[in-house]
């Protein structure tokens, strides 16, 4: 245990060492989080919009002016014909054009019906879904006001309530998700090439033939990365309290508990990795490769899980970041204790526990 | 001695970096056609001194010409006419035995008939033609450190500087690859090499001995021996660095 | 030139021997790219509710009939309390609750107006927001069909808005053929900027770059050495990406395959001299992989690949000038999905040349043979 202790202290003085590399690990989760924080986002803001009105009337221009001031939108100007809507789209800014037909207002009043055409750049499916359902919408919330004034009025109100996050800030849903992307990419990498270095350099033998055994080997080199991604785990949580006002309605202890089981989590998949490669090159490409996008794509960090097709449903299950943004968000944003979260808890002990396993089979069959 | 053409000439060379002084004030000439031996402990400054002539490290100060140029303005053509072989192992572990020497060799313009025919030739002369396809990871490090040496000599430069070639290599091999450094030295290469084995000293024409970044004496191992009143090279570096 | 060859040589010799390397760089990328093109969606399939109907009458069982009709909303349970519903949002297992309370039916027809309660699970607020306008929209519609079936038995009207819809470019909103791109890019800049960044590095930390500095190699030959098989390869690599989006997900090449090829052989010089550059100022692999992890992650998340860049920040915009993927990605899509010729692409590449140009000198210029 002595001989074990006196290897970790010996790991943790080589990190410190290279100022550098410590600059980045710590600087760069901080900067991270309060870029992505910011940055990574679904909501509709400042959506470009053009008009091809050919009404011009009293209500196109009502309308016109809600959709525009709902805030989600930025008045791009009018067309004169429907020619220049293929040059608008082509050109990329306008996402957006509402065509009112000529007539509108009388119309609506005589015939009590008129057209609008919403045209939307698909190019991006999910925008401009979001696009068309915001601005109908708002048309026909105008509508409802309308009619309010012409008599025909029976309303049905209805009274929503956004739980847990009132304001509907969107970093209550980003920022766990970069939390899980950051402390899974560092660890898993830190560890994986921490340990392939050793194995290129040769240094690897040399402590293979000492009298501390692979396990305990293996433990000396990760131990500090434990305590490394625990800071930047702790400072995330900070940021996002601080600087996004995540709340943390849950327990405080339980959520670093859980912290401490993710980084866990990474950090032995990250041996896992350095079991399967002999270089440093390989074991940072394999673990950007493999742990990266699904990171991003298969843990509902941007896109909800439940709206996948149901193979990715299932491949989500693979996914550690998963279990964990569910858990993140239970304890801090809906204040749920461990009752609620216990399953997720138990599949992260125990993939923990099947990497550390493999890792140490393999790593037996190359020492024979 | 003087007879000789001068092809390193070092005068009042100084290298720090930051407040350490690695090489304090050296100043030295090497003669073509020699082995030169540039001795010293650990950490004496051999390598900083040796990096600055083969133009991988700049001098702080002092003025130093190698095989006729000056090492500030004209590293790339010094470059040209030296060989270099370092004690970190410099081939291409994943390339085989031929393409090692065909990447060096082609980067010294060599052309691809002229590499085919010399390799078959060294190969030959070294007896590792049944090592040809071999990956560099699967040789011993005896077998790859005569094959650095024979890349490093294989554009027939002036001047060749070997940083501790013989490092953590058998006797014999040790033996071996002396005869490597006597033949090359006989083809007309001047040979500089660093090494902190005494025994090796002795092969040398001329030796220069290191302590703490200066030089604390040059001549033959036979001047060296008589003016320390020494048995051998060993006892003439124990009383100097004492 | 013929030093040229020679390094190029020994690069694909060493490239391609590596038996890890060649499947990790070819099909760990595609494998990816055709499954989690399919993650890459907000259609809201199964908004599941749990509904409290406490009123119990015609008008609110025909307002549940009305969501159950919707392909937007699966109705998952029905309890009288609200505490008990609101459990299910806790423990994630619905999404929004839909509150009918006592005397709905009795208020609406009396007062002409009556509320009904909506909680959604907010903590993703796109989603909330997405499936609030879906509820509002199936409440308005169904507030319509009464009206109009008050309003028609006085023999009136009531005036009407129709909206039409129409996609422009993928009129069946499909987010795959927007999404493939996407990850192509993602996939491409990983091997063209993280290999050649950690190939230099390599050579450094296992002594091989001393050896090569010692010869008299000229920089631009040893960078070109370097960059060019990356180049290839990744080039090689969109190539294949974009062969098989054709062939799986019909992806459309309106534009010119000519014209992205031109702009993204550009853009790979770009994001290799990048990787070379960070490499030039690193003294081992750990330290040009944490680099290069930093710039790249902040480029593949600002770039609007998967969230748009509209919504984003106006300094995060600004910042997105010197992010090569925005403009690469941007370029695609707009080449591959609307048909943009270079007139409609001009300033971008213009900016990524010249970008490209300053980032080859700057890491030709930091590469050092001597110290």
């Known amino acids: ?368 | 001695m003087n007879r000789k053409k001068t092809v390193i000439r070092v005068r009042d060379m100084v290298k720090k970096f930051g407040d350490f002084t690695a090489n304090d004030r050296l100043s030295f000439e090497v003669y073509e056609g020699e082995i030169f031996g540039f001795l010293g402990a650990n950490g004496a400054g051999k390598t900083t001194a040796l990096r600055i002539l083969c133009g991988l490290s700049l001098p702080t100060s002092g003025e130093i010409s190698v095989a006729g140029y000056n090492v500030y303005s004209d590293r790339e053509k010094i470059k040209k006419r030296i060989g270099y072989m370092s004690q970190k192992f410099s081939l291409y572990e994943d390339l085989k035995v031929y393409e090692n020497i065909r990447l060096y060799a082609g980067i010294y313009g060599l052309s691809r008939k002229y590499i085919r025919e010399r390799t078959d030739h060294l190969l030959e002369t070294l007896g590792l033609e049944g090592v040809r396809n071999k990956l560099i990871a699967e040789l011993p490090l005896g077998w790859r450190q005569k094959l650095a040496f024979s890349v490093a000599v294989f554009h027939q430069p002036s001047i060749v500087f070997l940083d501790e070639p013989t490092g953590g290599v058998d006797p014999i091999t040790r033996r071996q690859f002396w005869d490597l450094i006597y033949r090359a030295s006989q083809d007309g290469i001047t040979v500089f090499v660093t090494t902190h084995y005494m025994d090796e000293a002795e092969y040398c024409d001329r030796v220069c001995i290191m302590e703490a970044g200066r030089i604390e004496a040059i001549g033959t191992p036979g001047e060296l021996k008589g003016k320390y009143a020494a048995k051998n090279m060993d006892e003439v570096f124990i009383k100097i660095a004492r | 030139m013929r030093t040229i060859l020679f390094l190029l040589q020994k690069e694909f010799i060493q490239i391609f021997r590596n038996r890890i390397m060649l499947p990790v760089i070819f099909i760990v990328p595609l494998v990816q790219l055709v499954v989690l093109v399919f993650a890459a969606t907000l259609e809201m399939k199964n908004i599941e509710v749990v509904v409290v109907d406490k009123d119990l009458s015609d008008v609110s069982r025909r307002m549940i009939g009305k969501f159950e009709g919707s392909p937007f909303f699966k109705i998952k349970d029905f309890t009288f309390s609200v505490s008990e519903a609101e459990d299910f949002l806790r423990a994630n297992e619905a999404d929004m609750v839909l509150h009918i309370p006592q005397g709905f039916e009795r208020e609406l027809n009396r007062e002409n107006r009556a509320k009904v309660q909506i909680l959604l699970d907010a903590v993703n607020a796109t989603t909330a927001g997405l499936a609030n306008a879906y509820a509002s929209n199936v409440l308005r519609d169904f507030n319509e069909q009464i009206l109009v079936e008050r309003v028609g038995v006085l023999g009136g009207r009531i005036e009407q808005v129709r909206i039409r819809y129409s996609f422009w470019y993928n009129p069946d909103l499909n987010y795959k053929i927007f999404m493939l791109p996407g990850i192509l890019v993602i996939l491409v800049t990983m091997i063209g900027m993280i290999l050649t960044a950690i190939n230099l590095v390599r050579e450094k930390e296992l002594g091989t770059a001393e050896q090569i500095n010692v010869t008299p190699i000229r920089k631009y030959q040893f960078i070109i050495g370097k960059l060019v098989p990356f180049w290839i390869i990744a080039l090689f690599e969109l190539c294949f990406g974009l062969f098989v989006g054709k062939i799986l997900f019909d992806l459309p090449m309106v534009g010119s395959l000519a014209l992205l090829f031109l702009f993204a052989s550009l853009y790979l010089l770009l994001v290799m001299s990048i990787g070379l550059f960070l490499s030039a100022i690193s003294d081992s692999q750990i330290q040009v992989m944490f680099l290069v992890f930093f710039f790249f992650i902040t480029f593949v998340l600002m770039a609007g690949i998967f969230t748009p860049v509209e919504s984003m920040p106006d300094w995060a915009i600004k910042v997105n000038t010197i992010n090569p993927l925005a403009y690469f990605i941007r370029v695609m899509r707009m080449i591959l999905l609307k048909g943009s010729g270079f007139s409609d692409i001009t300033r971008e590449f213009y900016t990524l040349g010249i970008y490209a140009a300053v980032m080859l000198l700057l890491a030709t210029w930091r590469y050092r043979k001597a110290a």
């Open chain 1, 1 to 368: 245990m002595k001989r074990f202790t006196g290897f970790v202290i010996k790991e943790f003085n080589h990190i410190l060492r290279d100022f550098r590399t410590l600059l980045i690990l710590f600087a760069m989760p901080a900067i991270q989080i309060l870029v992505f924080g910011f940055v990574v986002t679904n909501e509709l803001k400042d959506i470009r919009i053009a008009v091809l009105d050919q009404s011009g009337d009293r209500y196109t221009r009502d309308i016109t002016n809600k959709i525009m001031s709902s805030g989600y939108f930025i008045f791009d100007g009018y067309l004169e014909s429907t020619r220049q809507i293929e040059q608008k789209f082509r050109e990329g800014n306008v996402k957006q054009v509402i065509i009112f037909e000529p007539g509108f207002g009388h119309k609506l009043i005589r015939e009590k019906s008129a057209d609008i055409q919403l045209l939307a750049d698909a190019s991006d499916a999910n925008t401009a879904n979001l696009v068309v359902s915001y601005t109908s919408a708002i048309i026909q919330d105008y509508m409802m006001d309308l009619r309010k004034k012409t008599g025909g009025n029976l309303q049905i109100l209805p009274e929503i309530r956004m739980m847990y996050n009132e304001n509907m800030a969107g970093a209550y849903m980003f920022v766990p998700g970069v939390m899980a992307l950051i402390l899974m990419i560092v660890s898993a990498l830190m560890t994986s090439i921490s340990i392939t270095r050793e194995k290129e350099m040769g240094t690897m033998e040399t402590l293979l033939v000492s009298p501390l055994n692979p396990l305990q080997i293996v433990l000396g080199k990760v131990t500090p990365y434990v305590a490394l991604s625990f800071i930047n785990a702790v400072t995330i949580v900070a940021l996002g309290y601080f600087v996004f006002g995540l709340p943390v309605h849950g327990s405080l202890g339980l959520l670093l508990l859980e912290c401490l089981l993710f980084i866990s989590v990474a950090l032995s998949l990250g041996i896992f990795i350095s079991t399967m490669v002999d270089t440093q090159q390989m074991a940072m490409f394999l673990s950007m490769m493999i742990l990266m996008l699904p990171t991003i794509l298969l843990s509902g960090f941007i896109f909800p899980v439940e709206n996948m097709p149901d193979i990715l449903q299932w491949l989500s299950c693979l996914v550690p970041a998963k279990y964990f943004i569910i858990i993140v968000k239970s304890i801090m944003l809906k204040g749920t204790g461990i009752a609620f979260v216990w399953k997720e808890t138990l599949v992260l002990v125990f993939m923990m526990l099947f990497f550390i396993g493999s890792s140490i089979r393999r790593f037996k069959i190359r020492l024979e």
